[in-house]
Antibody
Framework: EVQLVQSGGAFIQPGASLRLSCVGS????????MTWIRQAPGQGLHWVSV???????HFADSVKGRFSISRHNSINTVYLQMNSLRTEDTAVYFC?????????WGQGTLVTVSS | DIQMTQSPSSLSAYVGDTVTITCQAS??????LNWYQQKSGRAPKLLMF???SLEAGVPSRFSGSGSGTKFTFTISSLQPEDMATYYC?????????FGQGTKVEIK
């Protein structure tokens, strides 16, 4: 059974950094593209970043230069490193498997950026 | 970026009704469109891909159609468990973009 388990959410001040983790099981992360999607409180879904199986990465303009995405294949984990956090980054962050059709999702982790 | 405009933003219907949601893309996305269902406090669930293909295990009362820039999503014979917010999402190009969502309530 494919599962994605997330961790790392926190209440954090503007300007700080945070790293989110997403551990996959039931499949090999190395052969899959992985995507992060976020949802601000009471709002819709917004694509954040993708890391392809070949390591290529892409980011939404709103996070470009502040966020990075990486993977540690040996422990089946994908990360979202978030720097220079802003209040508008407050959201539930979901990791998902895939780059186009998001069939498997993590449970979501809340990041609250506030002073 | 491709803008996805979804309507209505909310609707209320009776059990057994047929409900339809529309999604319009700001440019041609062929049939590269997904539909998701999100229940309160949960991660979204993929219901349909390629505009009209039903994900395995999804009830056949859900259907989708369209290509290019105009798409529809239909729930025939609405059930109480269908109360949720539904999103369209294009995968023609990056960044992937979603519609604003349609909240479906049961009368």
């Amino acid at each position: 059974e494919v599962q994605l388990v997330q961790s790392g959410g926190a209440f954090i001040q503007p300007g700080a950094s945070l790293r989110l983790s997403c551990v996959g099981s039931g499949f090999s992360l190395s052969g899959n593209h992985m995507t992060w999607i976020r949802q601000a409180p009471g709002q819709g879904l917004h694509w954040v970043s993708v890391i392809y199986s070949n390591g290529t990465t892409h980011f939404a303009d709103s996070v470009k230069g502040r966020f990075s995405i990486s993977r540690h294949n040996s422990i089946n984990t994908v990360y979202l490193q978030m720097n220079s956090l802003r209040t508008e980054d407050t959201a539930v962050y979901f990791c998902t498997r895939g780059a186009a059709n998001f069939e498997y999702w993590g449970q979501g982790t809340l990041v609250t950026v506030s002073s | 970026d491709i803008q996805m405009t979804q309507s209505p933003s909310s609707l209320s219907a009776y059990v057994g009704d047929t409900v339809t949601i529309t999604c319009q893309a700001s440019q041609d996305i062929r049939t590269y469109l997904n539909w998701y269902q999100q229940k309160s406090g949960r991660a979204p669930k993929l219901l349909m891909f390629d505009a009209s293909s039903l994900e395995a295990g999804v009830p056949s009362r859900f259907s989708g159609s369209g290509s290019g820039t105009k798409f529809t999503f239909t729930i025939s014979s609405l059930q109480p468990e269908d109360m949720a917010t539904y999103y369209c999402q294009q995968y023609d190009s990056l960044p992937r973009t979603f519609g604003q969502g349609t909240k479906v309530e049961i009368k």
